[in-house]
């Protein structure tokens, strides 16, 4: 299964190879693990706390936010957020940054309905 690339630039958001060996090649929770991504993960919150000088919560956000694209293999956000939780360490967030992964995001959760829909029968 190659990896899902981005809808509007090229690049690759998914790697479903790894995220399915992640499970053990079960398409069925790895298309599960995906949809609860797509319906749990809050951007806003961590946005709103960086907004509010809020840095170690946004840290936490971050960090959190890292670990489960790198289970679930979103490539480009996990790199993305990993950028943005060493700025927030360092008590900044680069506004420039902050856009890359509001879109970086977005354009993940458009990969994962990719994959949903192609793989939520499995």
């Given amino acids: 299964m190659p ?3 981005g809808i509007n630039d090229g690049e690759t958001y998914i790697d479903l190879e790894e995220g399915l060996k992640r499970v053990m090649n ?3 929770l790895y298309v599960k693990l995906l949809g ?3 319906d749990e993960t809050r951007l806003d919150e961590l946005l709103a706390d960086i907004a509010g000088g809020s840095m170690e919560s946004a840290r936490i956000k971050a ?3 890292k670990g489960v694209s790198a289970n679930l293999s979103l490539k480009r956000l996990f790199l993305k ?5 060493a700025q927030i360490k360092e008590g900044r967030a680069d506004p420039a940054m902050v856009e890359t992964v509001k879109t970086v995001f977005s354009r993940t959760l458009e990969d ?3 994959v949903i829909a192609q793989y939520g029968n499995a």
């Fill in 3 to 5: 990896d899902v690339t």
């Fill in 36 to 38: 609860k991504f797509k």
């Fill in 26 to 28: 079960n398409k069925k």
């Fill in 81 to 85: 957020v990993q950028e943005l939780e």
């Fill in 63 to 65: 960090h959190t936010l």
């Fill in 112 to 114: 994962i309905e990719k």
